[in-house]
């Protein structure tokens, strides 16, 4: 249980990291980070954030249900960047992941890491309102807003915000761990505490809508995404109350139309990308409820090209998820006569071969791919597709190339663990294994697996210096990770 200390500072994380309590208002029109933010290296040096953003990414991984699906990571990845280029103040790299939750949020952290829920693909009907979200959680980070948190309540002791970080962040990620814990921790909530919290939101959707402008979207889809989430609290069931540290006012969509009104109007066509992910979220990651429905696969079947390939697109995954690979690849082969390179469709092919037991057409299509050599989701596709054919020599040699270039992706290290363990390389696979316990920040075994790596091979030899050095990084790691993991 938290101290009372603690209650006053999590009210203020909830507030400057959830979307479902940040409806914007607009301040000025500068979009600099003010004087206060200066003063908040003194708290917390930019070197520490991401240092505190690298553990908790490892905590989430390990604790939190992240949609580890490579188009999807790249899709976001990329429209974040796209974002990101048109940001001031920018300090550290961004990462963005996407969560398995069917509650509308979105929320950033330490380090440049923006978590988005898969329930915004649900509610954003355009690419612009999607971008909006994540132009906001931007803000929050190049604004420093937890470091000026830390810095206006007086208090220079990051580590205890950090604990508190952590709870919000794991409970925020996966309710059902961590709502209970932070029950009580809420009841004393300070109300003085709002009207600071409504400051970073403010600032936030304030500049937010400016890198929405910049990176040429529609200003009017903040707005316009923002009424949708009142009308989520006022007709449907809200967030949990606990994350309900200020109301939803109707003031701040009216602040948030007015400034949009005074930017110059554009006409934005969403991408196909964003229609293929989001019949890809709606229809493989949808919390056991139907989400990708008839109603809007028939809507998009009306609409323009884009949305017209997203719904056959659409019901190809369908069909592909009762495993009726015949008709999934009937329903895709127009697709991909008409662009046989797009990785969305190739992903899918592939798993229809693979379904259908034909692993020498899966790999025949993707080495074939044009853009192998530079598209990581073919990668791992053809990967997995020779470990489904028994050519694990061949998903070796192409996984250690990929996790070379991909230190961060649990799939590769999984899929090369796989490899290995089929070529009787126990060693190698150990290696592999313990390169994915400490992405989920599982540093012990980590260590305990690259020991065993250790003892099976010779005695002074190159790999078992370099196994042993490793270890030695994670001991560091560990080192630099303790004191969060006494909070």
Not at 126 to 134: F, G, N, P, R
Not at 150 to 158: T, Y
Not at 388 to 403: H, M, V
């Amino acid at each position: 249980m938290f101290t009372q200390l603690r209650k006053t500072l999590v009210a203020t994380l909830i507030a400057s990291l959830t979307l479902g309590q940040c409806l914007p208002a607009f301040a000025d029109s500068a979009d600099s980070l003010p004087d206060m933010g200066t003063s908040a290296g003194s708290t917390l040096s930019i070197g520490q954030e991401m240092q505190m953003g690298d553990y908790y990414v490892r905590q989430l991984r390990g604790s939190a249900p992240l949609i580890n699906d490579p188009l999807l990571t790249q899709y976001i990845n990329s429209l974040g960047t796209r974002l990101v280029s048109h940001a001031y103040s920018v300090r550290t790299p961004f990462h963005f992941f996407l969560i398995n939750n069917d509650e509308l949020n979105a929320f950033a952290f330490f380090g440049g890491n923006v978590v988005l829920h898969s329930a915004l693909f649900r509610y954003a009907d355009t690419e612009s309102e999607l971008a909006s979200v994540m132009a906001h959680e931007i803000s929050h980070v190049t604004q420093r807003h937890l470091a000026r948190a830390m810095e206006d309540q007086k208090r220079n002791a990051p580590l205890t915000w950090v604990g508190a970080l952590g709870s919000i962040l794991l409970a925020m990620a996966n309710p059902q761990a961590g709502m209970a814990a932070l029950t009580g921790t809420l009841a004393g909530t300070q109300q003085g505490m709002i009207s600071f919290t409504r400051q970073n939101e403010e600032e936030a959707d304030r500049i937010g809508i400016q890198v929405l402008q910049r990176s040429g979207f529609d200003p009017q889809s903040m707005p316009s995404f923002m009424e949708k989430l009142l009308d989520q609290s006022r007709y449907s069931s809200r967030p949990p109350e606990m994350l309900l540290t200020h109301p939803l006012p109707e003031s701040r969509l009216a602040d948030a139309r007015n400034r949009a009104n005074q930017m110059r109007p554009v006409v934005v066509q969403s991408s196909e990308d964003f229609y293929m992910a989001k019949a890809r979220t709606l229809g493989m990651y949808n919390s056991g409820k139907n989400q990708l429905t008839s109603d809007l696969l028939d809507n998009w079947a009306k609409g323009n090209v884009r949305e017209q390939r997203a719904a056959q697109y659409g019901r190809a995954l369908q069909a592909m998820g009762t495993n009726n690979y015949a008709e999934a690849s009937k329903l895709l082969q127009p697709l991909l006569s008409a662009e046989g390179q797009n990785p969305w469709y190739l992903d899918l092919a592939t798993d229809i071969d693979l379904g259908q037991k034909k692993t020498g057409d899966a790999i025949n299509r993707l080495k074939n791919a044009r853009d192998l050599r530079n598209n990581p989701v073919l990668q791992l596709n053809l990967a997995n597709a020779y470990l489904e054919a028994g050519q694990p020599g061949e998903a070796a040699t192409l996984l250690n190339r990929y996790t070379f270039n991909n230190k961060d992706d649990t799939n590769g290290w999984d899929l090369l663990a796989q490899a290995e363990a089929a070529l009787g390389n126990r060693d190698q696979e150990l290696a592999a294994r313990a390169e994915n316990m400490a992405l989920v920040g599982r540093l012990d075994q980590a260590i305990s697996l690259l020991s065993s790596a250790s003892s099976q091979v010779k005695l002074g030899s190159l790999q078992q210096a370099r196994y042993d050095a490793r270890i030695d990084q994670f001991r560091q790691l560990q080192e630099r990770f303790r004191p969060y993991t006494k909070m």
